[in-house]
């Protein structure tokens, strides 16, 4: 069986083969290669059943390392690293092929009060509501979003995406390195402090990489670039239902080496911090073979 691929909570249910080993599929569709945020995501949910259920995650760290292949179920193999009085950390390599494709640690933490501040969320952002759809977008633009851009926004997935400034997408010209875009799952969330991190684990992995190209005038659809998820890192500050808009504000603060870095926030719509992201992901321009 396949997972549904407009419910990432159907992509969520891992089926436990042993202690410590767990199975993921993926969902039915024509991608060739797996979606980054969902191997995150069914890690994090493999590492959150061998952990308390008192205690919740705060930060994960990861490393995409081969492109996971759709087809084939993933395996996902998670060790009990530490378990303090207060915090519990766990590994999870994720198995292919009979080879580590990908590498994940996360800390979870009983909940404690204490001193709490965050930054306010970016002034002047317009409400969601006031903002085109992504198929609203390509029937009013035509022809002025790139094709690439255009198929991705037409597939059909469990997230909907509202870019706030089009000018990303529109453009070819070479603009600041920022972009704030709000989403939201289609589907209703459990009430269920663990599935809602594993949903916002796996949506936080969308668009991050797009805004390292902005500062060359480029799209990641361009047939002379070779695109990747290299290391992915996500800070938990407070829960959030998931059952409204986020704002995902993000910046590319440097790119180097074929590689672009891109920090990321999430905010509910009411304006609190729910999460941070930061990720590095291989922007390589390919070189044309000689004849």
């Given amino acids: 069986m396949t997972a549904d691929p407009q419910s990432i909570q159907s992509i969520l249910e891992l089926e436990q083969l042993e202690h410590n080993l767990f199975r993921g599929r993926s969902p039915d569709t024509s991608w060739q290669r797996v979606f980054g ?3 995150i995501a069914q890690a994090l949910v493999a590492a959150q059943r061998c952990v308390e259920k008192e205690r919740y995650v705060h930060s994960l760290h990861c490393y995409f390392m081969l492109p996971g292949d759709p087809s084939i179920p993933i395996i996902y193999q998670v060790e009990r690293l530490r378990d303090g009085s207060s915090f519990a950390t766990r590994r999870v390599t994720a198995i292919q092929h009979g080879q580590a494709i ?25 409400d969601p509501d006031q903002l085109l759809s992504q198929r609203e977008i390509i029937e009013r633009f035509g022809d002025r979003i790139p094709s690439g851009i255009a198929r991705f926004w037409r597939r059909e997935r469990p997230i909907e995406l ?7 997408y529109t453009s070819r010209e070479k603009l600041d390195p920022r972009q704030n875009i709000w989403v939201r799952v289609k589907e ?21 990489l797009d805004t390292s190209t902005f500062a060359h005038g480029r799209i990641l659809a361009d047939p002379d670039i070779q695109a990747a998820s290299l290391d992915h890192a996500m800070w938990f500050h407070r829960p959030d239902r998931l059952d409204d808009w986020l704002l995902y504000t993000q910046d590319s603060p440097s790119t180097s080496g074929s590689r672009g870095f891109t920090r990321g926030a999430l905010y509910s719509r009411d304006g609190t911090l729910v999460a941070s992201v930061a990720q590095e992901g291989l922007i390589r321009l390919r070189t044309k073979q000689k004849q």
Avoid: N
Wanted: no cysteine; proline share 9%.
């Fill in 162 to 168: 509202r870019p706030v400034d089009l000018e990303h």
């Fill in 188 to 208: 209703e969330v459990a009430d269920d402090r663990r599935v809602q991190a594993a949903v916002l684990a796996y949506l936080s992995d969308m668009t991050l």
């Fill in 37 to 39: 945020g969902q191997v």
């Fill in 102 to 126: 990908f590498s994940f640690e996360a800390s979870f933490q009983l909940d404690e009060a204490g001193l709490d501040f965050q930054m306010p969320t970016p002034p002047d952002v317009p």
